[in-house]
């Protein structure tokens, strides 16, 4: 079966500087991954995702991820946060073609301090 | 206009009532999805449909029943609440294309509170 490891509950992270959200996954083969934000009150909102080919992928706002499949890891990173970035973060792995629904993680919670 | 749309956005229901919370999707998807959110346990999928004809069991399905009306829409009952069934509902549809790349795109959410 597949599963999401959010490591991290919380992270607090001081505006402007770097962030990384770790994620791992537990999956049978190639997965097709993603992030979403989900800011207060708010639905989720695709970040980025990658299937296939670059293992860096670029999303929305200025977020990026990169996928090692050594490590089974799809960290997201953003250089330099911004205190609109203060949400929750969900890591997703979904199936190759098929359609049986994604698979989420527990959810990592970002703090932005002034 | 919102390509996912949810209905009702907030309700409370007491114990033991029926109570169905809808879903339509302006984006041509074949595929529809509901999941629940729990603090802390991130999204776990109830039920997720094909199309019309095409209704399969998710992670946590007991207690729910969906209903697929036309592709458009897709609807979830809880047909007697239980206060464990607190939760903030999400409807997801999706598509895969012609190259089996498919990503989800989610409802605004239900948030649902059962005294």
């Known amino acids: 079966a597949q599963s999401v490891t959010q490591p991290d509950i919380h992270i607090t992270v001081s505006e402007g500087a770097s962030l990384e959200l770790r994620c791992n996954y537990s999956y049978g083969a190639t997965p097709y991954l993603f992030w979403y934000v989900q800011s207060p009150g708010q639905g989720l909102q695709l970040l980025l995702k990658?299937?296939?080919?670059?293992?860096l992928v670029q999303g929305i706002k200025g977020f990026e991820a990169e996928f090692k499949r050594s490590q089974s890891s799809f960290n997201l990173r953003k250089p330099s946060v911004h205190w609109s970035d203060a949400a929750e973060y969900f890591c997703a792995v979904g199936p190759r073609g098929g359609a049986d629904g994604l698979t989420f993680g527990k959810g990592t919670h970002l703090i932005i301090q002034p | 206009d919102a390509d996912v749309t949810q209905t009702p956005r907030n309700r409370i229901t007491k114990t033991g009532k029926r109570i169905m919370l809808e879903c339509s999707q302006t984006?041509?998807?074949?595929?529809m999805y509901w999941y629940r959110q729990d603090p802390g346990l991130g999204l776990r999928l109830i039920y997720y449909s094909f199309d019309v004809k095409d209704i399969n069991k998710g992670e946590i399905s007991d207690g729910y029943s969906v209903s697929r009306q036309a592709q458009a829409k897709f609807s979830l009952s809880l047909e007697s609440a239980i206060p464990n069934q607190t939760a903030l509902y999400f409807c997801a549809t999706s598509d895969p294309g012609t190259n089996l790349q498919e990503t989800q795109y989610f409802g605004p959410g239900t948030r649902l509170l059962v005294l």
């Open positions: 984006k041509g998807h074949d595929r």
């Open positions: 990658y299937f296939s080919g670059d293992t």
